[in-house]
């Protein structure tokens, strides 16, 4: 089993808590996305990334610098956002950061997919921003296949806890041998079950140190989350969805 999750857009650079221990996988499609944007003028970046100015400024003064292989941060430590603060890699015991080494891959607009400990450095470039590189109109077309090839090497079956946004990048390119599960956090409203995109980034988070913690290797292992006040709902869920409703159900 292999757990897909979503990137953030704020990051750091942690260059003392350990070294990374490899590149990612495709940092050729990376260097190329990377000259891509250098050629673009700031006000173009700006416009593609949807910022304010303070972001874009940084942003820009990243990329004026920017080294793919120099001063690189563990992937699984780069990343600032809820998700991430929820799982709280920074304190993984030596078992739950050998499980995610196995099991947990980061999808990156960026760097297509990232093992845990890849080395990498602040970007920003979201999934689904419109970005022609190579005669593709946009950054799915630009991965192609090629991120779900590697997960179908990888395993037969992936526990999606990414958002729709990247998930999309993986999910129609698979084969019908691969078990795909996306896992559903939300609240009962009447008859219907209600996403909220800050508590599910809770979850999501809550959900990868739970399943590092106690070592899940089966995906209907995950049915017994339990966490954040999240119960599995059988009635709510199917093979492909595994729905938790906050509250019970």
């Given at each position: 089993?292999?757990?897909?999750?979503?990137?953030?857009?704020?990051?750091?650079?942690?260059?003392?808590?350990?070294?990374?221990?490899?590149?990612?996988?495709?940092?050729?499609?990376?260097?190329?996305?990377?000259?891509?944007?250098?050629?673009?003028?700031?006000?173009?970046?700006?416009?593609?990334?949807?910022?304010?100015?303070?972001?874009?400024?940084?942003?820009?003064?990243?990329?004026?610098?920017?080294?793919?292989?120099?001063?690189?941060?563990?992937?699984?430590?780069?990343?600032?956002?809820?998700?991430?603060?929820?799982?709280?890699?920074?304190?993984?015991?030596?078992?739950?950061?050998?499980?995610i080494r196995e099991h947990l891959r980061i999808l990156s607009g960026f760097y297509g997919i990232l093992r845990p400990f890849d080395g990498v450095t602040p970007y920003r470039l979201e999934m689904q921003a419109r970005l022609s590189v190579d005669g593709c109109r946009d950054l799915y077309a630009f991965?192609?296949?090629?991120?779900?090839?590697?997960?179908?090497?990888?395993?037969?079956?992936?526990?999606?806890?990414?958002?729709?946004?990247?998930?999309?990048?993986?999910?129609?390119?698979?084969?019908?041998?691969?078990?795909?599960?996306?896992?559903?956090?939300?609240?009962?409203?009447?008859?219907?079950?209600?996403?909220?995109?800050?508590?599910?980034?809770?979850?999501?988070?809550?959900?990868?140190?739970?399943?590092?913690?106690?070592?899940?290797?089966?995906?209907?292992?995950?049915?017994?989350?339990?966490?954040?006040?999240?119960?599995?709902?059988?009635?709510?869920?199917?093979?492909?969805?595994?729905?938790?409703?906050?509250?019970?159900?």
């Amino acid at each position: 089993m292999q757990i897909i999750i979503s990137p953030a857009k704020k990051m750091k650079v942690d260059v003392d808590s350990f070294a990374p221990e490899g590149l990612p996988i495709f940092l050729a499609e990376t260097e190329r996305l990377k000259t891509t944007l250098q050629g673009m003028t700031p006000e173009a970046l700006q416009a593609l990334w949807r910022c304010n100015d303070a972001i874009a400024r940084q942003n820009v003064e990243r990329l004026e610098s920017m080294d793919l292989r120099c001063r690189l941060t563990p992937a699984i430590l780069s990343y600032e956002g809820i998700q991430y603060q929820y799982m709280a890699p920074g304190v993984f015991t030596e078992e739950q950061l050998q499980y995610i080494r196995e099991h947990l891959r980061i999808l990156s607009g960026f760097y297509g997919i990232l093992r845990p400990f890849d080395g990498v450095t602040p970007y920003r470039l979201e999934m689904q921003a419109r970005l022609s590189v190579d005669g593709c109109r946009d950054l799915y077309a630009f991965w192609g296949g090629k991120l779900a090839e590697h997960l179908t090497k990888e395993t037969d079956c992936v526990l999606n806890l990414a958002s729709k946004e990247y998930s999309r990048s993986v999910e129609p390119w698979l084969p019908p041998s691969v078990r795909f599960i996306t896992c559903i956090f939300g609240e009962l409203q009447g008859e219907k079950v209600v996403e909220k995109g800050t508590m599910c980034k809770m979850a999501r988070g809550q959900m990868v140190r739970w399943l590092a913690a106690n070592h899940i290797e089966e995906p209907e292992a995950v049915r017994n989350f339990a966490e954040l006040d999240y119960q599995f709902s059988p009635e709510h869920s199917g093979d492909t969805t595994y729905t938790f409703i906050k509250g019970g159900a």
